[in-house]
Structure formats: C-alpha cells, structure tokens
C-alpha cells in the first residue's frame, strides 16, 4: 500500500515586480532626503549673468545685497556697522571667504561698502553668486 502525501511540495519562486516597486520606492525616498538636506543660506535675488566655475566648498557664508540695499547673512539682516561683528562669529578659520549674492538691480556703492566691511571683519577670498545663461 502506497501511502499518498497531503500535501504537494511545490518550489517557491521570487517574484521580481514587487522588488522593482521596492527599489523605485526606495530611490524616490532617497532622492527626497537628499533634497531636503540641501541648506540654502541666501534670500532670492536676481542674479546677474555670467560664466563661473562651480563652487567646491563645504558651506560657505553668503552676503546678500538686495535691489533695495538690504543686507543679509545667511539670512540673518544686518547694516553696514553691525556687519562687521556678525560676520566674525560666522567665518571659519579654515575658509576665510564668502560668496556675494547681490540683485544686479542693487547699486554697486552698497555692494562695495558691504565687501569692504566683510574686509575689515577677516574675510579674504570673495565669490561673486552669477545666474548661468
């Protein structure tokens, strides 16, 4: 007498569809993370153009000048006589520098007294932010 399993064995199988929809959720949600770990330290202005080599450094502090002579520091306002104090506490002592983000509307006396302040307060390279064309 010929005793007959209950079951049958069958062989699993790997579905791929659904490991395709894993990896595409995963690559949405990195690339998200991703976007939102970008730190933007200056205000919108518009820029004016220019061909400039891309910026290699870590995060450097921005001088916005606005279309109405406003400035910032990383977002934070200042003027001109308490710029040169703010800017102090901000510099690393590795990159002595920043990066001038004026309006192309801004008058370039204002532009100038704000990177001469940002003389007096230590900074020694200055990059100037262009739109590309």
Not at 52 to 59: D, R
Not at 83 to 92: C, Q, V, Y
């Amino acid at each position: 007498m010929k005793l007959r399993r209950a079951r049958t064995y069958r062989r699993g199988r790997i579905e791929i569809i659904p490991m395709i929809d894993v990896m595409f959720f995963l690559l949405v949600t990195f690339m998200l993370a991703s976007l939102s770990m970008q730190s933007l330290n200056s205000l919108r202005v518009n820029l004016p153009q220019g061909d400039a080599p891309n910026l290699n450094h870590k995060e450097p502090v921005t001088l916005t000048v606005t279309r109405d002579s406003h400035l910032f520091l990383d977002k934070t306002p200042v003027t001109l006589a308490t710029m040169a104090a703010t800017l102090k506490s901000m510099l690393s002592a590795q990159d002595p520098g920043i990066v001038v983000n004026a309006d192309s509307g801004a008058p370039e006396g204002t532009v100038v007294q704000a990177m001469l302040e940002a003389r007096r307060a230590g900074v020694e390279h200055f990059l100037i932010a262009v739109r590309r064309p």
